[in-house]
Antibody, heavy 121, light 107 residues
Framework: EVQLVESGGGLVQPGGSLRLSCAAS????????MDWVRQAPGKGLEWVGR??????????QYAASVKGRFTISRDDSKNSLFLQMNSLETEDTAVYYC????????????WGQGTLVTVSS | DIQMTQSPSSLSASVGDRVTITCRAS??????LAWFQQKPGKAPKSLIY???NLQSGVPSKFSGSGSGTDFTLTISSLQPEDFATYYC?????????FGQGTRLEIK
């Protein structure tokens, strides 16, 4: 059974940093692109970024709103995906979801349950 | 960026009804269009990919159509568990973008 479990959320001050994790199970992480998506309180879904699979050298893509501040990485040996968030702003307050991408079609199939990040002084 | 516009933003319907939600892209996305369902406090659930293909385990009461810029999601025979917010998403071009959501409420 495919499972994605995020962790690492919490309260952080503006300008601070936080690292989110997404623990994957039930599939081979290195065979999949993986994305992060966020949702501010009461708002819609916003794509954050992507890491491609091993075949595509784990290259990354980011939304303009986080580029230069957020970094996606992965440790396939530990079946884990990460989102390093630096220079956090109050606008980054959101629930952060990891999602698996089906490489043959580039669409999402599984989502994690999300982890809440609150940026506030 | 490609803007995705859903209509209506909210919709009231009764159990047993058939409803249609529309999603329009600001430029063509071929058929790289997905639909998601989200219930309050829960993660999104993937329903449809490539405009018209059901994800595994999704009942056939959900159907999608369209290509290019105009897409629809139809839900037939509404049941209480179908009342939720629905999002479309284009994944043809970076950045990947979502519609603003359509909230489906019980009348």
């Amino acid at each position: 059974e495919v499972q994605l479990v995020e962790s690492g959320g919490g309260l952080v001050q503006p300008g601070g940093s936080l690292r989110l994790s997404c623990a994957a199970s039930g599939f081979t992480l290195s065979d999949h692109y993986m994305d992060w998506v966020r949702q501010a309180p009461g708002k819609g879904l916003e794509w954050v970024g992507r890491t491609r699979d091993r075949v595509n050298s784990y290259t990354t893509q980011y939304a303009a709103s986080v580029k230069g501040r957020f970094t996606i990485s992965r440790d396939d040996s530990k079946n884990s995906l990460f989102l390093q968030m630096n220079s956090l702003e109050t606008e980054d307050t959101a629930v952060y979801y990891c999602a698996r991408v089906v490489v043959t079609g580039y669409y999402f199939d599984y989502w994690g349950q999300g982890t809440l990040v609150t940026v506030s002084s | 960026d490609i803007q995705m516009t859903q209509s209506p933003s909210s919709l009231s319907a009764s159990v047993g009804d058939r409803v249609t939600i529309t999603c329009r892209a600001s430029q063509g996305v071929d058929n790289y269009l997905a639909w998601f369902q989200q219930k309050p406090g829960k993660a999104p659930k993937s329903l449809i990919y490539a405009a018209s293909n059901l994800q595994s385990g999704v009942p056939s009461k959900f159907s999608g159509s369209g290509s290019g810029t105009d897409f629809t999601l139809t839900i037939s025979s509404l049941q209480p568990e179908d009342f939720a917010t629905y999002y479309c998403q284009q994944y043809n071009t970076y950045p990947i973008t979502f519609g603003q959501g359509t909230r489906l409420e019980i009348k």
